[in-house]
Nanobody, 122 residues
Framework: QVQLVESGGGLVQAGGSLRLSCAAS????????MAWLRQAPGKEREFVAG????????YYSDSVKGRFTISRDNAKNIVDLQMNNVKPEDAGTYYC???????????????WGPGTQVTVSS
């Protein structure tokens, strides 16, 4: 299994930018599809953005498309999420997750980081 640790969360003003980073460790870390998911208080965890390990294809939820960018450095086993034009509804706990089989479902990821908090001031 792969171990994940997120960093970069914090307070951001609406309209501002924030960059989250996820460090993956484990022998086969580069063979996992990677994604960022988030959970707001009282809401279910949701897919935000993902990147496939083999093709490098990226996927985004409609709510963040055009504002967030996911990137992956397989050599360093790091996956970043650049968040631009952040909105109040982007607030929540952001999780880095890994999956052997590509999935959009939060229930199907194999490994999770502890999460990092993003707070948006309006």
């Amino acid at each position: 299994q792969v171990q994940l640790v997120e960093s970069g969360g914090g307070l951001v003003q609406a309209g501002g930018s924030l960059r989250l980073s996820c460090a993956a460790s484990g022998r086969t870390a580069s063979n996992y599809h990677m994604a960022w998911l988030r959970q707001a208080p009282g809401k279910e965890r949701e897919f935000v953005a993902g990147v496939a390990w083999n093709s490098g294809n990226t996927y985004y939820s409609d709510s963040v498309k055009g504002r967030f960018t996911i990137s992956r450095d397989n050599a360093k086993n790091i996956v970043d999420l650049q968040m631009n034009n952040v909105k109040p509804e982007d607030a929540g706990t952001y999780y880095c997750a890994a999956a052997i089989q590509w999935t959009f479902s939060p229930k199907s990821y194999d490994s999770w980081g502890p999460g990092t908090q993003v707070t948006v001031s309006s």
